[in-house]
């Protein structure tokens, strides 16, 4: 089988690269060992927020947002408004807030910090008791990523690009510092371009061939409960230090915790959700949200978010090899970084000018190999 490009892994990343090649002429082979969006894509909260810790992801998160519901028009799997309040029970916070509010007004966006009396009144059904604050940016929302991975893949499709599900992938073809193509399952994929968007599963393929990536596998929890009657319409929470997270989801609510600091196995991992869990989050919500107190969890689940040493993603061509391409290391972050990634990393690929400078993202920025411990990805600095 030949193509211009094999791109390996078909979660948002890799759908999303080949959306934007297809797009733009080549003849796109996507390949994954199981079906499209069905690790941490398929397990994602999907906030898509403007409330970032640096400029690369404030750029990142607004040109994602663009391109997403350029996909998927608003209301139909799409973007849902709902208002995202991060909320802190250190005052240290508040300064930080109150600079990050300024950095998003100057983009257009609303933002506002409330603190007190203002935001229990703005907000009657939350517990406000231990809280210093919280920021709101009420134009904010969240995606449903399994299906913005659908949507490009779908798109993708309609310009001929083709799927192999099922065809893990063991070996790359290289010739000298060349790369040929891939052995995927039992179908060996000729191309001039191997782009790499196997999440955490990137650093052992790379590794069997002798590359070193700074990347590593880290479990992060989520869980949905029952329709509850009478839940007042909520913004999406995110309360901090801890990370516990909520969002709507139906008439219900999809509820989260932050990163785990431990390296994961990608190929041993516990993708069921650890029974503390539902104890910790049924004790914050009835802390925080007394009318979610009696939510019944219907499911909860475990996915691979992907660490990098400064929780910055890597995307370009690895040094050293020729047509090796990798779009990696969201750090957690990967509905809000992947997109605008994808499409310039194709830019790239098209040899086109790219609307984002990938340079920052070099993929062998580090000299610290696999030697850095994992940190939060969604944080407020
Ligand atoms: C519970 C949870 C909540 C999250 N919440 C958010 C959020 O609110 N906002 C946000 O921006 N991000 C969030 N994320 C992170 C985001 O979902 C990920 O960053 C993003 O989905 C990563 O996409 P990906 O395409 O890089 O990887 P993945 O979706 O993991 O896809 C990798 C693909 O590679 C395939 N693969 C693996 N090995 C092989 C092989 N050998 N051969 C072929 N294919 C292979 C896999 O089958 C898989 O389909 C969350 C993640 C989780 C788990």
Redesign the pocket.
């Known amino acids: 089988m030949k193509a211009d490009v094999v791109v390996?892994?078909?979660?948002?990343?890799?759908t999303g690269v080949t959306h934007f090649l297809a797009e733009g002429g080549l003849r796109v082979v996507l390949?994954?060992?199981?079906y499209?969006?069905?690790?941490?894509?398929?397990?994602?909260?999907?906030?898509?927020v403007s409330q970032h810790w640096n400029d690369h992801d404030a750029a990142l998160a607004r040109a994602s947002r663009e391109i997403i519901t350029g996909v998927h028009p608003e209301g139909e799997s799409g973007f849902t408004t709902s208002g995202f309040l991060r909320l802190t029970s250190r005052e240290e916070d508040i300064p930080v807030m109150r600079d990050r509010a300024r950095e998003i007004q100057k983009t257009g966006i609303q933002a506002e910090v409330l603190k007190g009396r203002k935001l229990s009144r703005r907000f009657p059904w939350l517990r406000s008791a231990g809280l210093a604050g919280g920021l709101f940016t009420p134009e904010d929302g969240?995606v449903d990523?399994y299906e913005v991975a659908t949507g490009f893949l779908e798109r993708a499709r309609a310009q001929g690009a083709e799927l192999l599900v099922n065809?893990?992938?063991?070996k790359l073809t290289i010739q000298g510092t060349r790369v040929r193509g891939v052995v995927?399952g039992k179908t060996t994929v000729e191309a001039d371009a191997v782009v790499l968007?196997?999440?955490p599963?990137t650093r052992g393929?790379l590794h069997a061939h002798g590359i070193e990536l700074s990347v590593k596998g880290y479990r992060?929890?989520?869980l949905v409960t029952a329709p509850i009657p009478d839940l007042p319409a909520l913004p999406m929470l995110h309360e901090i230090p801890h990370g516990y997270y909520l969002r709507p989801e139906g008439t219900g609510l999809l509820v989260?915790d932050g990163t785990e600091y431990d390296e994961a196995d990608p190929e041993t991992y516990d993708r069921e959700a650890d029974f503390a869990l539902y104890t910790d989050l049924a004790a914050w919500l009835t802390r925080r949200v007394p009318s979610a107190a009696a939510a019944m969890v219907t499911r909860g689940?475990?996915?691979?978010?992907?660490a990098t040493p400064d929780r910055l993603p890597l995307a370009g061509e690895l040094a050293g090899w020729e047509g090796l391409y990798v779009l990696?290391g969201?750090n957690?972050?990967?509905?809000?970084?992947?997109p605008p990634l994808a499409q310039a990393l194709a830019a790239h690929l098209l040899g086109r000018p790219a609307a984002l400078d990938l340079d920052p993202f070099r993929p062998d920025r580090f000299e610290s190999g696999l030697d850095f411990p994992i940190h939060e990805g969604f944080t407020l600095q």
């Open positions: 390996v892994g078909a979660g948002i990343a890799g390949v994954d060992r199981n499209p969006g069905q690790e941490a894509t398929g397990r994602s909260a999907g906030f898509l969240y990523p065809s893990p992938v063991k995927a968007t196997l999440g599963w393929l992060v929890q989520a989260g689940w475990a996915g691979l978010c992907q990696v969201f957690g972050l990967g509905v809000m970084r992947s």
